[in-house]
């Protein structure tokens, strides 16, 4: 009885029923017309419909099914042999053609879904062969089954058929408002889960900006020889949990709106280099050599270069993590140059410990690693080459993969990229020097220890720091100060960024106003747009684009 939903009981149940009285009327209709062997035979099916009405509640749904539609589609075929063309009795199997389709699973049984349509139209075919002489050759007269039978048959059909299609449209009805509740829920559900991942974003974010900045501002405070290696292993650390960070939040946006590609004017030989910088601490303290080989004859070329380098780094520190001994190589090389296109090949190779042809298959897989004593070894989420893997299809190639256990594995694959004439390269290269020295800036932050990095940070460019705690106070500030421009943290007590911005703007419509975010998310990068801001700068930040975003601030056209 579990196996069957309480609807499909209760449909073989009533049809049993409905049926049985449709028969009795049938039965008294061929007594009146003197049709005794037809009422005999009819007669004989009342008791199989009520058994199949009996033994559906009692649980055998199955055998109540049959029972049913063997003797109604029997009684419907005998009854028509009985009458004649003249009576249109077999228009009512087109009800019991239809009637599988309800009656059974189509996950479970889709069989007898063919079976007993087939089993009507099998009986209705074989009513016009044999000239409606199926099961007998003695017909009722043609004038008294024109004049008595046609019309109840018809009615019979109307009935029989119009049940069926208002089942029918209570049962779409319920499905697509089942639909739409679920909808509902998973919408709801999605909110949610974004909502804790940009909380998490944040709260995470938050302390790592400080240790990231403070390794930042260890390393160039003339350190001692023995602390440079500690800085760097802190620093290292740091931007490994951010790229962790980001895989996680990267995933989840993959989820519900696929891969944003920004295209730029990119120096693949210089924008690659920060690349090994990152990973080449890490090889060295696992004795493992790490080596970079960038062609020379690569132009620049129209490419997300920070989707490239999440890749990259992705596929660089797999090869580390399973690299115990020899070289980790990442290899950019021109393949083709054509019609102004250039097609690069990206490659990441090691010496690590290989991969199966049968572990190839699930290494794309999200949370999913070539094996769980990989996972126990060597750790890790399972999210770094699903988001390879999608990254690159977006942006319309393949990656490929060569492996050998033991001997190490190589991933690689094609882009297809626009090449800039060399003009627009010089054009677009021209660096202007920083002018930062005097400038009055306010930090606005609630957070102690970001604080006393980011003054640290921002005072190391010559910069003058004013910070308020909280948006009323940054508001209160504006009004009697001049800025340069303003660092607004988004998340803070009394009032956040964003109603601090819109406060400003109703006095101010020419201060710069960058927002300092530790969330990631489309909804908060609109919230920043919508509330008068400049533009954002993501915690945790590295100096240098820190510096670089301040000056472009001053110089682009500011909110109104």
């Known amino acids: 009885m579990k196996e069957f939903s309480k609807r499909r009981v209760r449909l073989v149940f009533i049809l049993s029923l409905l049926t049985t009285v449709i028969s009795a ?67 009512i199997l087109m009800f019991a053609m239809a009637l599988p389709f309800v009656f059974f699973s189509f996950r479970r049984e889709k069989s007898y879904i063919v079976i007993f349509p087939a089993l009507s139209m099998t009986l209705w075919f074989l009513l016009y062969l044999t000239d409606f002489n199926l099961f007998t050759v003695t017909k009722m007269d043609t004038s008294l089954a024109d004049k008595y039978i046609y019309p109840v048959s018809l009615f019979t059909t109307a009935v029989l058929v119009t049940y069926q299609l208002i089942f029918f449209c209570l049962i779409n009805a319920r499905f697509y408002s089942n639909i739409q509740e679920q909808r509902e829920d998973a919408i709801e559900a999605s909110n949610a889960k974004s909502q804790f991942l940009s909380m998490m974003s944040h709260e995470i974010r938050t302390p790592m900006n400080a240790i990231i900045g403070l390794s930042h501002i260890l390393g160039d405070t003339n350190p001692r020889p023995d602390q440079v290696e500690n800085i760097e292993a802190l620093n290292y650390s740091g931007k490994i949990l951010l790229n962790l960070l980001n895989n996680v939040l990267d995933y989840s946006k993959m989820e519900t709106r696929g891969v944003e590609l920004d295209a730029i004017p990119t120096n ?69 140059d054509r019609d102004g296109h250039v097609c690069m090949r990206t490659e990441i190779i090691d010496t690590g410990i290989g991969i199966t042809k049968e572990q190839q298959e699930n290494i794309w897989q999200p949370f999913t690693q070539a094996s769980v004593s990989t996972n126990r070894l060597y750790g890790g989420t399972g999210l770094g080459l699903p988001i390879v893997k999608a990254v690159v299809e977006a942006m319309g190639s393949t990656v490929q993969i060569e492996s050998e256990l033991d001997k190490g594995s190589r991933f690689y694959f094609d882009l297809e ?46 910069l003058v720091v004013d910070v308020a705690y909280d948006g009323l106070m940054a508001v209160n500030m504006v009004k009697k100060n001049d800025y340069c421009a ?31 975010s530790a969330s990631v998310f489309i909804e908060v990068k609109s919230k920043i747009e919508k509330s008068g801001m400049n533009g954002f700068i993501f915690k945790p930040f590295d100096p240098e684009d820190l510096y670089n975003r301040i000056e472009e601030v001053m110089d682009i056209p500011l909110a109104s």
Request: hydrophobic share 45%; charged share 20%.
């Open 25 to 91: 009327l049938w039965f008294f209709l061929a007594k009146s017309l003197d049709l005794h062997e037809l009422s005999l035979y009819i007669g004989a099916t009342v008791p199989f419909f009520i058994t199949a009405a009996i033994i559906s509640k009692v649980g055998n749904l199955t055998l109540a099914r049959f029972i049913y539609l063997i003797a109604f589609n029997i009684s419907v075929a005998i009854t028509s042999s009985f009458i004649g063309k003249a009576g249109s009795v077999e228009f």
């Open 417 to 462: 990229l626009k090449a800039i004439a060399k003009e627009s390269q010089n054009h677009s290269s021209g660096k202007k020097e920083r002018n930062l020295n005097g400038r009055r800036i306010l930090l606005v932050e609630d957070n102690k220890i970001n604080i006393m990095v980011g003054k640290q940070i921002l005072e190391k460019a010559n």
């Open 268 to 336: 693949v030989m210089t924008a690659v280099k920060q690349i090994k910088k990152i990973h080449e601490p890490g090889c060295l303290s696992k004795g493992i050599t790490f080596n970079l080989e960038v062609d020379e004859e690569l132009p620049t070329v129209h490419l997300d270069i920070v989707r490239l380098n999440q890749v990259i780094n992705n596929l660089v520190t797999n090869a580390i993590k399973f690299t115990k001994t020899g070289s980790v190589t990442l290899r950019i090389s021109k393949q083709e």
């Open 486 to 516: 303003v660092l607004m943290d988004i998340q803070m007590p009394v009032m956040d960024g964003y109603t601090s911005s819109m406060e400003i703007r109703k006095f101010n419509t020419e201060l710069p106003i960058l927002a300092l």
